[in-house]
């Protein structure tokens, strides 16, 4: 398939319902190449003006089923999990927007998945962050943060830290310290994403995030702290 689109992407594009998107996938196979076949494919359609949403919402039902989860956000690390996250970086029109970002910020905690995996999901919220523009976007982007740590305390993945490279500048008490009074309610929850927090070993500024407007010194994460 992939020879035969390279030398007729049109007519292979026409022939190719979303339909049998499900065709391409055995599960006793590596998911790797259909997957990348995919991806290509639907960067052709949407460089066309071709409709995309389709093929992209059979793969998230195809990984739904086989986990045997409620919601796409729940399902494990896998490589087509991963090639779903690149085809919606690389192809926006495919993206239904509260679904992906939502999904991202769940897979990006997933501490069963490495850094490098969850690159595609970083550029998806940094794109998320620069549409809601400052300081929206940093409001929502902090209150991801905290909600998937206290979300999970115990199983969540330190990766997290990135979301504050994605910030438009360093996060402020008085951005942040309204999303903590919502914390206050229910007892000790303050105390356990305090303890969170302080238990991050910081991590570097990842190149493939692009230039960040958060300085590096101190670590964005001791930055955070000092403003709670």
Same mark, same amino acid.
């Given at each position: 398939?992939?020879?035969?689109?390279?030398?007729?992407?049109?007519?292979?594009?026409?022939?190719?319902?979303?339909?049998?998107? @499900?065709?391409?996938?055995?599960?006793?196979?590596?998911?790797?190449?259909? #997957?990348?076949?995919?991806?290509?494919?639907?960067?052709?359609?949407?460089?066309? *003006?071709?409709?995309?949403?389709?093929?992209?919402?059979?793969?998230?039902?195809?990984?739904?089923?086989?986990?045997?989860?409620?919601?796409?956000?729940?399902?494990? #690390?896998?490589?087509?999990?991963? =090639?779903?996250?690149?085809?919606?970086? !690389?192809?926006?029109?495919?993206?239904?927007?509260?679904?992906?970002?939502?999904?991202?910020?769940? =897979?990006?905690?997933?501490?069963?998945?490495?850094?490098?995996?969850?690159?595609?999901?970083?550029?998806?919220?940094?794109?998320?962050?620069?549409?809601?523009? @400052?300081?929206?976007? !940093?409001?929502?982007?902090?209150?991801?943060?905290?909600?998937?740590?206290?979300?999970?305390?115990?199983?969540?993945?330190?990766?997290?830290?990135?979301?504050?490279?994605?910030? *438009?500048?360093?996060?402020? #008490?008085?951005?942040?310290?309204?999303?903590? !009074?919502?914390?206050?309610?229910?007892?000790?929850?303050?105390?356990?994403? =305090?303890?969170?927090?302080?238990? =991050?070993?910081?991590?570097?500024?990842?190149?493939?995030?692009?230039?960040?407007?958060?300085?590096?010194?101190?670590?964005?994460?001791?930055?955070?702290?000092?403003?709670?």
């Amino acid at each position: 398939l992939a020879e035969m689109f390279r030398l007729y992407p049109m007519v292979l594009t026409q022939s190719f319902p979303p339909a049998r998107v @499900y065709d391409l996938f055995n599960p006793e196979f590596d998911d790797s190449n259909a #997957a990348a076949f995919l991806h290509q494919l639907l960067c052709f359609k949407a460089s066309q *003006g071709l409709p995309v949403r389709e093929e992209v919402s059979k793969v998230g039902k195809l990984l739904v089923r086989r986990s045997k989860q409620q919601s796409l956000r729940q399902v494990p #690390a896998s490589p087509l999990r991963l =090639w779903l996250s690149r085809i919606w970086r !690389d192809v926006p029109e495919s993206q239904d927007r509260a679904t992906v970002t939502e999904c991202c910020v769940r =897979w990006i905690g997933d501490d069963r998945a490495s850094l490098a995996d969850k690159f595609p999901c970083l550029a998806v919220v940094k794109h998320e962050v620069e549409e809601r523009g @400052y300081p929206d976007g !940093d409001t929502w982007l902090l209150s991801k943060l905290l909600a998937q740590v206290c979300r999970d305390p115990v199983g969540h993945s330190p990766d997290l830290q990135h979301f504050l490279w994605l910030l *438009g500048a360093s996060p402020t #008490a008085g951005m942040v310290r309204p999303l903590l !009074d919502m914390l206050v309610e229910e007892p000790g929850r303050l105390v356990t994403l =305090w303890l969170c927090l302080c238990l =991050w070993v910081p991590q570097p500024h990842p190149p493939e995030l692009g230039p960040s407007k958060v300085p590096p010194v101190p670590p964005p994460i001791h930055g955070l702290l000092r403003t709670t």
